[in-house]
């Protein structure tokens, strides 16, 4: 890429827009940055997350996540363009797979809790939640790939799975658990 940015401070967006990759200019308001901040929003959350103990795969699996949702990023900032790829996707639904099958099934809700690093897995299933109704209200105004939209849905599911694979690792070598939520309707029925 080379040299791209030479200049941070433009100014140009002072006036309330913001500039597409396709050199067209819309308001900061409209569906399409907002969908672009969202997406940005949670991979620096990602970067967050890696700052944490946790184990080697599931860190390279993030930083992976961390390029794939920069390509997704740039997909939404240039109006028809293609960046992110089907395996993007399989790789989301293998490392779903692979990490839910290490984890005990789930007898009640969970949550949002434990260890610090599960706890900010936990936040990025929430704000790639967020980033993925941005572009389904994108969707509503123009036309958007159904594979940044996919990607975000699976990528919700599998911080959930990493949150509970984060609560479990220890870096003591000891197993954690989950967080789990005591309902009273819960707790009535099994008396």
Known sequence: MGKRLTQIATRTGDDGTTGLGDNTRVSKAS????????????????????????????????????????????????PGFELL????????????????????????????AGTRAASQAHICRTVARRAERSVVALEQHEAVRAAPRRYLNRLSDLMFVLARVLNRHRADGSVGDDVYWKSERLVNAKE
Do not use: W, Y
Request: overall charge negative; charged content about 25%.
């Open 31 to 78: 569906a399409r940055p907002m969908a672009m901040g969202d997406v940005d929003e949670l991979n620096s959350h990602i970067g967050l997350l890696l700052c944490e103990d946790m184990p080697a795969d599931v860190r390279e699996l993030l930083i992976d996540i961390q390029h794939q949702l920069f390509n997704l990023g740039g997909e939404l900032s240039i």
């Open 85 to 112: 790829k089907d395996d993007a996707l399989a790789q989301l639904d293998a490392a779903l797979e692979r990490h839910n099958a290490t984890l005990p099934r789930l007898q009640e809700f969970i949550l949002p």
